[in-house]
């Protein structure tokens, strides 16, 4: 009845315990992962559009690039017109400095702009990696801790049982001391057994003996 009762004992223990294991994933650490996960894949996001911005720098710098030497061409092509004399060439050059000249001015002040945003966003960029790795860290703390506190449940339990005696290996080491008991208690009566069949052969040796002496 003992027996089958801590086989009860055992099995809900045994369900309780994966129970626990399973609230366990819903823990801090198991947070963190899932935080960990988010923050990394928002952090590739963000690496992705810091690249698309320097290209869009690019961009800038090649269009500021052609309009400035439009610029000068069309400032070169003014004076040649006005030493000829050719006004209506000298008044599309002078349209042409002017709209370039302001998307010159146009293109710098993105351009700054964009620097400024740019320097900003790297060094936010930077600012979450550097979170990322402090997060790592904190995750392999918090993972040891978790380790330890699921190994010390888990002796306390064992300890436990054994302090009441309702350990699975204390039914074992009994049922070990009785088999090993009965053997014992075999091997003594088989030794008897034969000791016995020993004394009545030579109790026969003995007897047959004395009846060949008293023939003579």
């Known amino acids: ?109 993105t351009l700054a702009e964009t620097d400024a945003e740019l320097i900003g966003l790297e060094r936010k960029y930077e600012e979450m990696k550097h979170k990322i790795k402090d997060m790592k860290v904190r995750q392999l703390q918090l993972m040891g801790k978790e380790n330890v506190t699921r190994a010390h449940r888990r002796m306390d339990q064992v300890i436990q049982d054994e302090s009441s005696g309702m350990a699975p290996y204390n039914e074992m080491k009994a049922y070990v001391e009785q088999l090993g008991g009965k053997i014992e208690k075999e091997h003594s009566h088989d030794t008897m057994e034969r000791r016995l069949d020993a004394l009545a052969i030579i109790e026969q040796a003995e007897n047959a003996g004395k009846a060949d002496k008293e023939t003579v």
């Open 1 to 109: 009845m003992n027996s089958l009762f801590n086989r009860i004992k055992y099995s809900v223990q045994a369900d309780l315990h994966e129970l626990l294991d399973k609230k366990e994933e819903k823990n801090p650490v198991s947070l963190l992962n899932e935080y960990l996960r988010q923050a990394e894949k928002q952090t590739e996001a963000t690496g992705r559009l810091l690249d698309r911005q320097a290209k869009l720098k690019e961009e800038l710098e090649k269009e500021r690039e052609e309009a400035a030497s439009m610029l000068e061409k069309r400032r070169n092509q003014l004076g040649i017109a006005e030493k000829a004399g050719v006004e209506d060439l000298v008044a599309f050059a002078r349209d042409e400095i002017r709209a370039y000249g302001n998307r010159v001015d146009e293109l710098d002040r």
